[in-house]
């Protein structure tokens, strides 16, 4: 230290970080342990015990983990000066030939501190084994060796979060330190290389996945690596994620990676890579869900067939895109494509592949940092909460023509009802029908033999609520969110058959047994 002070070898600075709180370790064990020890020592005969000393002083052996943490960072430094500076080189070598260091190298001796604590417990251990059973230390010192093992497990620990954090920040270092991905709090579980499969025309390409405990960094792999070595593309937060196998006889050992953000099928290069990239994620998960009381159960793999979201999650997290080459026609409209006139889209909020007549809208999507997104007409009816009214029919060609007797002849249920208003005292009375190839829908119509309904109610999610009867009003409402709608029926025994009707329809139940609660025109009326 007195050379670093004259400047003239070795920053103070450095020597400081070489030795860490070497000097607080000394002047503990100078000042307070070893002085305890000999006192006991010196009294042996009238006070055979040391256990008590060591409980009281115990705790502060717990500074040799700071020691610890720094000690490999420490070693390094050594390595780095003697190659790098000569005088520093000399008065290393001029000290180890000190008889004081017994022809031992100084990182020899930076190594006793690192060791101190398991000898220490190793000892007391001995100590404790050869007391007598009637011994009045034997309590204290079985005491003192718990606590020792806490201050052994306390450095175990240390070293431990110190090799983390030295593997965190190398992988830091190759995704380029950036500032949104930069926490010491993260956990690296698994990386590797995987196969990419486009939903567009079928190919692969290569990415790179960093999986930590509490996100996925999805890569590609630079081509001039200067500085990082991958470029992240995509973060996706592990809370709300899925991971699936998927069946795929075109790309075998593919699975599929669903989180808020964003949707991913990805190709391993073999079963047991796919298997080991499945628990991982799948840990991950778990973990995740253990940690958050607020985690909510989500269905565990995508159905065979078209990928569907469940109503709550729509718009909440990406969907599974239908790959472009699964479909010949609209998913929506049953309208086939073709390269000029009708080409494909994908919905954001389902990941149906429609027609452009079928998604022109835009909705904000949560999943998507609530940017404006393509959607299919169905996801922005739900989504939106908005009655589909007359003078939108620009935007919506052909939802409201359906003509009332025709589709009344085939409903779930049909009869007069009266809308009120906001106030619950007026309103638009007409024709209600709900038909059975459209059950998620409620159509009005201003009269039974109208051709064309003038609005209509998506019922998917919405709630059906009894109101108090009162002046024999029979009254019921439909709710989501801010929006309700308050209806009158005619008679008690018709407004519970269609909060029966409803609430089945708003629940995703469609299609009751033939002949089961399908109400016709003549009933209702």
Known sequence: MKEAKNGKTVPEEVVKMIFSNISSIYQFHAKFFLPELQKRIENWSSHPRIGDVIQKLAPFLKMYGEYVKNFNKAVELITVWTEKSLPFQELIADIQ??????????????????????????????????LPPESPDRNDAEKALEMIFMVAKHSNTAIAEMERLQNLWEVYQRLGLEDDIVDPSNELIKEGPVQKISTRNNSTSEKYL?????????????????????????????????????????????????????????????????????????????????????????????????????????????????????????????EPFNAIMRRRHHCRACGYVVCARCSEHKVKLQYDGNRLNRVCQECYVFLMGHVVLEDQEWKHKGILEKGAAEISGRSLLCSSLQLLDKNGKGGMRGWFVIPWDDPLVLYIYAAPQDVRAHTSIPLLGYQVRDLPQGKAQHLFQLAQSQQVYTFLADTEELKQRWMRTMACCAAGIIHPEEGEDVDSCSEAE
């Open 210 to 334: 960093f999986l930590f405990n509490n996100m996925l960094l999805y890569c590609v792999p630079k081509v001039i690596q200067v500085g990082a070595e991958f470029q992240v593309r995509l973060r996706i937060d592990m809370d709300g994620m899925k991971v699936q196998e998927l069946n795929d006889m075109q790309f075998p050992h593919t699975f599929l990676v669903s989180g808020k953000q964003r949707t991913l099928e990805l190709q391993a290069r073999s079963g047991e890579e796919m298997n080991a990239w499945i628990k991982a994620f799948q840990d991950a998960i778990d973990r995740k869900e253990k940690r958050s009381e607020s985690f909510k159960m989500v269905v565990r793999g995508l159905e065979t067939g078209n990928p569907t979201l469940r109503t709550e999650e729509l718009g909440c997290r990406a969907p599974q895109w239908v790959r472009d080459n699964l479909v010949t026609m609209c998913m929506r409209c049953k």
């Open 97 to 130: 030939k000190r008889k004081v260091c017994a022809n031992l190298t100084l990182q020899h001796h930076m190594l006793e501190p690192v060791q101190r604590i398991p000898r220490y417990e190793l000892l007391l251990k001995d100590y404790i084994q050869k």
